[in-house]
């Protein structure tokens, strides 16, 4: 998996169009959203995970819990993003570990948004641009290469 993430003053997107045949189902409230003072994970889930995609979601929330306490946010943002490695995982077991993320963060005590799954989204983003506000990190499960 690969992950950008932003410490933003806010981050807002609304849905445009399919960008798969069968995108998640969303309800007309989920076709727009906004967080203010929010950490944005851009996420691109890869084939690799797909050997262990459970083992993905901890590692994930692992990083992500350190970055958030490094820069004191306490609102994610999931934002499924296919533009950060040319090796993707099949959309169905992308859309689990992004769910599966979402989910661990709120058990966690974050409050958490996640952008709909299968679309083209316009996005607004104002990074906060301080030393730790842009951040990238590459997980694979144990024992696999990183790419
Ligand atoms: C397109 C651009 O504006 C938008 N931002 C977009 O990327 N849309 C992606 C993700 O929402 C999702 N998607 C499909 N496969 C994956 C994957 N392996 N990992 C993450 N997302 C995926 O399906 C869409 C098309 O690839």
Redesign the pocket.
């Known amino acids: 998996?690969r992950m950008l993430l932003i410490h933003s003053d806010y981050l807002e997107y609304e849905v445009?169009d399919k960008?798969?045949k069968n995108?998640?189902p969303i309800s007309e409230e989920q076709k727009k959203g906004r967080l203010d003072e929010v950490l944005a994970v851009?996420?691109?889930?890869?084939k690799v995970d797909e050997t262990n995609p459970d083992e993905i979601v901890e590692k994930a929330i692992v990083e992500i819990k350190d970055v958030a306490s490094q820069v004191k946010a306490d609102r994610i943002f999931v934002?499924?993003?296919?533009?950060?490695?040319s090796e993707?995982?099949?959309?169905d077991?992308?859309?689990r570990?992004?769910q599966k993320i979402e989910e661990r963060l709120k058990e966690e005590g974050f409050e958490v948004k996640r952008?709909?799954?299968?679309?083209?989204?316009a996005?607004r983003l104002s990074c906060k641009g301080h030393p730790l506000a842009e951040l990238s990190r590459t997980i694979v499960p144990s024992g696999e290469a990183v790419s």
Do not use: D, N, W
């Open positions: 998996m445009k960008a798969l995108p998640e851009f996420m691109s889930v890869e934002y499924p993003f296919a533009h950060l490695s993707l995982a099949k959309p077991v992308a859309l570990v992004l952008a709909p799954f299968g679309y083209y989204k996005f």
